[in-house]
């Protein structure tokens, strides 16, 4: 069965920071790997995925993770926190063909202060 | 592109009656949509899956015959809780995918039904 965790329910950082959200997955075939943002009362918007190929893999508003399969580990990072980066962020997976259903992770809390 | 909406974005309704909750693909042909529940600080459970004109596949837990599931058409999707309780408050989330092996799901904004 497949199964994602996120460490650290909530994560808090200073405007111009480094961002560092943790996901580690378990799966029995491929994964293919799914960072997605959700601010309050909205629907999830994509980030980013990892399907096949790079393992290192861009997404929007500066965002970028690295798919370490060694480690099974898929870390969402930025390298300077914007005010407008506080939100939830949640990681998924599926099954490589990608056209079976999402498992998400518990999610992060991100809060950016001044 | 790529845009899914929800009808309504929020609704409250009385304990014992039913409310509809539509979701759109409105410029690519859903083949399979989904339908999630969250609840507050809470991630996304997957309820059922459901494939143009065909039934719904539930998620274990899920009782079918409150939460009915309708996709009738490549850009309609429908859940309807009926019989609704003060435990059905909660924040209903579709998403789309287009194709059957395609793997990109694009999610609605939600619709946040409170039961009262």
């Known amino acids: 069965a497949q199964s994602v965790t996120q460490l650290g329910s909530h994560v808090s950082v200073s405007e111009g920071a480094l961002v560092l959200l943790r996901c580690n997955y378990s799966?029995?075939?491929?994964?293919?790997l799914f960072w997605y943002v959700q601010y309050p009362n909205q629907g999830l918007q994509l980030l980013l995925k990892y399907t096949t190929g790079a393992t290192l893999v861009k997404g929007i508003n500066g965002f970028e993770a690295e798919f370490k399969k060694s480690e099974t580990s898929f870390h969402l990072t930025k390298p300077s926190a914007h005010m407008s980066d506080a939100a939830e962020y949640f990681c998924a997976v599926s099954l490589s063909g990608g056209y079976n259903k999402l498992i998400f992770g518990a999610g992060t809390r991100l809060a950016v202060h001044p | 592109g790529a845009v899914v909406s929800q009808h309504p974005s929020w609704v409250i309704c009385k304990s014992g009656t039913s409310v509809k909750i539509e979701c759109r693909s409105l410029d690519f042909q859903a083949t399979t949509m989904f339908w999630y529940r969250q609840f507050p600080k809470q991630s996304l459970m997957l309820m059922a899956t459901s494939n143009e004109g065909s039934k719904a596949t539930y998620e274990q837990g899920v009782e079918k015959d409150k939460f009915l599931i309708n996709h009738a058409s490549l850009t309609l999707s429908t859940l309807t809780v009926t019989s609704a309780h003060p435990e059905d408050s909660s924040f209903y989330i579709c998403?789309?995918?287009?194709?059957?092996?395609?793997?990109?799901?694009?999610f609605g904004p939600g619709t946040r039904l409170t039961v009262t």
């Open positions: 998403s789309a995918r287009e194709g059957l092996v395609s793997y990109e799901q694009y």
């Open positions: 799966s029995s075939v491929p994964p293919y």
